[in-house]
């Protein structure tokens, strides 16, 4: 068997409605625990996600560090209306996380880190 057969379908992780400092480390918590021994990509669906602070991004971007490290993608699948999906372009988390539209978009996504629209 070579390693394309090999591959899983991506693990998805469903964030909550809001993420802020009152629940930021169990997201962060909730996405390490995706990162196990044989998944290849995470998803991070906050397709019903409406409000993001910065120590949601930060957990983000701290879970982002441990799947590079694992050798794990991990891609956001954002609403492409609404708050979330505005914060995340402003500060450019689309330069170094791939941001996709929808979860069948993020699930069907090549490997490219680049932002999706």
Known sequence: MNDQTAQTMPSVVVLPV???????QQ???QLLEALAPGVDVVIA???STSFCDS???????LAHEAAVTRGIQLRLAVS??????????????GRILSIHSSLAEAIDAGGSGAEHR
């Open 18 to 24: 809001e993420i802020d400092v009152t629940n930021s």
């Open 80 to 93: 492409a209306d609404g708050s979330v999906r505005r914060v995340l372009q402003l500060i450019g988390v």
């Open 45 to 47: 669906d906050m397709t």
């Open 55 to 61: 120590s949601g991004i930060h957990a983000l971007m």
């Open 27 to 29: 997201v962060h918590d």
